[in-house]
């Protein structure tokens, strides 16, 4: 299989004919290789239009999904960038070749560590990886000028909004079990917060101190 072929057709029909225009967002999702994200039985899938299973119970994201919400924080290049659910490690690559820094947490071990053999054979070298609860952030690395959220949660955590930088932008999935609303928060400053509702989506669940309880989904 033509994997640059597969990926430059996900680019235009899936993300740009969709409406997704940030250039910047559009060039790196041309060039980061999915497929090496998933595992080898799945990778004539990776350029597909849907999320596919990563193990754990866990996906990677639809490649529609991963250019709007990349597109949503508005990046400049220059911010350092907090990202929930680092999961396959794809997202984590799109946002690592568009900021300085991305601090990224997973719940689940052997995911992240994957991630991280996928990001070293790629050479991605501005990424922290965290093992934790992504419900609480990371406050000694706070403030961040953007957070992106890969999993569904009841409602915004209030530890993301503490630690997001003034101006800066939050998206993330929130709703009930089953589907949410992609919703971007932008931080004005003195406490005050202006919420948009993007799109549907549904996502795995957001599970820690401040999301969904682990047994909610046994």
Known sequence: MDYSVARRRMVEQQIVERGVTDKRVIDVMNTIPRHLFVEAGLQGHAYGDASLPIGEKQTISQPYMVASMTAALELQGDERILEIGTGSGYQTAVLSKLVRRVYSIERIASLAARA????????????N?????????????????????AAGSPD???????????????????????????????????????????????????????????????
Request: one cysteine or more; aromatic letters at 8%; hydrophobic letters at 40%.
């Open 156 to 218: 915004v955590p209030t530890k993301y909004l503490d630690q997001l930088d003034v101006g800066g932008k939050l998206v993330m999935p929130v709703g009930g079990q089953d589907k949410q609303t992609l919703i971007r928060v932008t931080c004005l400053g003195d406490g005050r917060f202006e919420r948009e509702q993007l799109m549907g989506c549904r996502f795995v669940p957001l599970i820690g101190e401040q999301g969904w309880k682990s047994d909610s989904f046994a």
């Open 116 to 127: 991280r053999k996928v990001l070293d054979k790629l050479q991605v070298s501005n990424v």
């Open 129 to 149: 990886i965290k093992i934790g609860d992504g419900t609480i952030g990371w406050c000694d690395q706070s403030p961040f000028a953007g957070i992106l959220v």
